[in-house]
């Protein structure tokens, strides 16, 4: 008797194991049987390549901070999270997709005073889409990853909230929902998901709208002061731009390689 | 020998009661946050981590320490350290089970934990954390029990039990190498952004954890019929002395590549720590004072001979440590933010609740390790 249950105790224990070693052994299955990447590497998920909808081989995005003005940004600002259902809340637990800053804090290693127009002159920030994505290398659940065209993106389902991405974003990028959004968005769009409390979330290069063929939302109502295009196209309207005007970006000797350039 | 719990006179109970009360009000807290959210903290979008990290941080330290008391035991035969090293173990599994509550505490959501293991990610160092910590608790539990079941039959442990008190040594090493890791291997966060932050963290833990213990052994002391013999306390307390004087030198090695380097992405956190109208300026001057008060009391043997000196000298270098790492290394790291702008941190009143109720919970398996330790050795009869 005694040695049937030990019997029994030694199987189930095997069996408990092994089962709980397949999601495990499944997903690295699947890393080494899809693409050459690596279990250290950043997580990458496919984009739709075929179908309707924008492709791009690597998608940026170009700011032209001579052209923006306050009332431009206002514009933007508006159309990003009234689109996004990204609540107002008035405190420092606020939710920002994109927002203006004056060009000091933007770019606090690469101005000095004395540049035309003054530091004090606002431009527009949001999330980068860096190459290198430090957020996506710390994720724990691969909530926020990286698609093939360079957009970094959000699982808000997947997120545990443990916000090691927004200590890792070397922009201030990211936000937080501290509370239930909900309340906190005045005409909510059905169109896009509201989140919940407890999720991180940032812009996501409006991947809905690039997969229904249009633009960012931001780059629509921009009036010229941004662009949008494939920077892997040497045809593309942003690589001829990029090639004629002057343009920097945040904080290049982190290694992340934004996708956002501003033309100065 | 888990009935030692079941059995203590009315100081025991008491205290444990008072710890349950305290866990009662860290639960009602800790409600509010799971219906509010964690806007009931007083993080916010800039300083997005606080008080729940802040002590995670800083109890890995004091879970490590078992350490300083395994190498000179079992690599260096130092016999004094034999009697009380099952409070070293036992002391690590209430502080790691203290970290792994704090961390739960801190997401956002918490319903979610399992997607770590669900969706495990080795480029994530929270991933590494997850398995050096509970690797960790296992192995402390496992040796403490052990060691101590064999103890009281008075026989000698089983020789196998060795390789995993071996193992330990290079655990304890990683669990708080991972943790520093955390923070050290952020771009843009100018005061992690360090190659020693890691060696600092383990120098200011073989302080904090050490005289933490001593503390708590002469609490035994005080309250049962146990001894844990002054030579081993004398020990422990050049352990901290030597570990404390190691911390101060890699914080001024900081100082100086900062201040000299001039660099503004690094030494803007330093200002705002040190000199600023930040909240912190206070509380990060007491600090650096109470560690280096700390290590010159314990530095003088003499000291270390005196009852009084050893426990002053302990709860200096103890508090000191505690408002570096459970206090200044988090805050510091987040302000001023990305955009160079600075957003103050102050904890809510909620917030402290919750970290109350956890401290309580800790507490509450530290007392009830001590209590079969303590139990097991009168038992036997040292």
Redesign the interface.
Known sequence: MKNTRRKFLKVAGLAVLGWSMR??SR?MAAHGAQSAEG?????KHGAPKHGEGLHAGRWIMLIDTNKLTPAIEQKCINACHTNHNVPDIE??????WIWA?PL???F??QMHENIPGGTERTTL?LCNHCTNP?CV???????TFQREDGIVMMDFH???????C???????SR??????PRPHIKDAIPEFPTR?????EKCEFCSERLAEGKLPYCVEVSEGAMMFGDLEDPESEVRKVLASRYSIRR?PE???EPGVYYLI | MLEKVLKGNKVYWGWLAILLALMAVGAVCYGKQLVNGLTITGMSRDVSWGFYIAQFTFLVGVAASAVMMVIPKYLHDYKAYGKILIFGEFNAVAMVCLCLMFIIADLGSPQRLMNIIIHPTPNSMLFWDMIVLNGYLLINIFVGWITLQAYRKEVAPPQWIKFFIYLSIPWAVSIHTVTAFLYCGLPGRGYWMDAILASRFLASAFAAGPAFLIILLYIVKATTSFDPGKEALKSLGKTIAYAMSINLFLVLCEVFTVNYSNIPSHLHHWHYLFFGDGVLVPWMWTSMSMCFVGVLILIVPSNRESDNMLIFGCLFVFIGAWIDKGLGMIGGGFVPNALMEITEYVPTQLELGVALGIYAAGFLILTMLTKIAVGVKLEVGE
């Open positions: 999601p495990a997903l279990l250290f590497m950043a997580s405190t420092k637990q606020n939710i920002k800053e000091h804090n933007v606090p290693e920030v430090p290398r710390v994720c724990p659940t691969k909530a997947r997120c545990i909230g443990c916000r090691y927004m200590a890792a974003c070397p922009y201030g936000s937080f929902n501290f509370m239930d919940t409390k407890g999720v991180v904080k982190l290694g992340t």
